[in-house]
């Protein structure tokens, strides 16, 4: 498929908002950037493409020297293959027939590695790729402390990499984590004692895959993983101001919005609601950051209607003003829109978001 053909040249008159925009010198500085971190302390860069869902800016980051890209779906592999991408993981459990069939013909057209946690998972990837021309390469996913999917011991990884080992169809990548956010050292160690045992125990573990835009900037601190996973860090968001890990003018996405009502002197409302701005507040206060004025607080949403507290701010938009929004989480964001506008100098393109709604 020619993703090129999904992209319109557009003026600024013709963006109807509420809109999601995209900066494309700030993403590109922004690739730029990481894959330099990565590049200096040798580790690889795998980006997460949940963040932008575009075939378009995974060629980007491919461009710019990562290994190949990360999917959390296989309806996301699936586009992402279309456009010719020829390295993905997928790191999550994949489970039922008809997912496992998708899977198989997937594995045709790229090189594919998946994740396991449990011999559920295990045996029916096994009982798919028995037959098939070259076995499916399969990471242990590790619970390092994030306290979502994972073995939970060394030992446990030990018992699922013979399963996979002893598999037809299947062979043993190595180990991966979502880790918690901060202590590295606990992840470092977690993941050195499991693949120290694998080995001592006669398995093999090429690769250690960790992750997590948070932990970007020290994910040489995992000195064990030879490589990372990141996805919101191409175009930043509010929580990662808020974290101290970029500036405002790192952020590459925003929400064009509308004042549409100023029912007192005090409260205006805008165009924007928890159908593009999301209701996640990830323990900030507010649902965004205004770019026009940062004093300003949205106070809550409704599924059209965003509301502004102009309370404590000298601001005082009329009726037809519109705003930029850093949302406090931008992945989420991208998958709220069939559209997005990348913008570069004056020029302006929509593009179709392939990968919207991806969600099996």
């Not at 997590?212 to 175009?235: D, F, K, L």
């Not at 409260?267 to 990830?282: F, N």
Request: glycine content about 8%; aromatic content about 4%.
């Amino acid at each position: 498929m020619d993703y090129t053909s999904q992209a319109e040249t557009v003026v600024t008159s013709d963006i109807m908002t509420p809109a999601v925009i995209i900066d494309t010198h700030t993403v590109q500085k922004n690739i730029d950037k990481l894959q330099g971190h990565c590049d200096q302390h040798g580790i690889s860069l795998r980006p997460h493409i949940k963040t932008h869902k575009l075939p378009s800016m995974a060629q980007r980051q491919i461009k710019a020297g990562a290994i190949g890209i990360t999917c959390q779906k296989i309806g996301e592999a699936e586009t992402m293959a279309d456009a010719g991408i020829k390295d993905i993981l997928i790191t999550y459990n994949i489970i039922g027939d008809e997912k496992l069939h998708r899977l198989a013909k997937l594995a045709q057209r790229c090189t594919l590695s998946v994740v396991a946690d449990n011999a559920y998972v295990v045996d029916g990837l096994a009982k798919t790729f028995v037959r098939a021309d070259h076995p499916l390469e399969v990471l242990i996913e590790c619970d390092t402390g994030a306290n979502r999917c994972g073995v939970q011991s060394a030992e446990e990884a030990l018992g699922l990499a013979r399963l996979i080992h002893n598999a037809s169809g299947l062979t043993l990548g190595g180990l991966m984590t979502y880790p918690p956010m901060g202590d590295q050292v606990r992840v470092n160690n977690w993941l050195k004692q499991a693949k120290d045992l694998l080995i001592a125990n006669g398995l093999p573990c090429p690769k250690i895959s960790s992750g997590g835009t948070p932990n970007m900037w020290r994910s040489q601190e995992v000195s064990v993983a030879t490589e990372h996973r990141s996805g919101t860090y191409i175009y930043n968001d509010r929580s990662l101001i808020q974290a101290g890990l970029c500036r405002i003018e790192d952020c590459a996405l925003s929400v064009r919005a509308t004042v549409i009502s100023r029912p007192t002197d005090d409260r205006a409302i805008i165009d924007a609601g928890s159908k593009m701005l999301t209701s996640d507040l990830l323990g900030m206060e507010g649902f965004g950051l205004i770019k026009e004025a940062p004093d300003v607080k949205i106070t809550s949403l409704s599924e059209e209607h965003g509301i502004l507290d102009l309370s404590n701010s000298k601001w005082s938009p009329k009726v037809g003003d519109q705003i930029h929004i850093i949302p406090n989480h931008a992945c989420v964001v991208s998958n709220m829109v069939n559209h997005v506008y990348l913008v570069n100098d004056n020029h302006i393109e929509k593009t179709v978001v392939s990968a919207r709604g991806l969600v099996t």
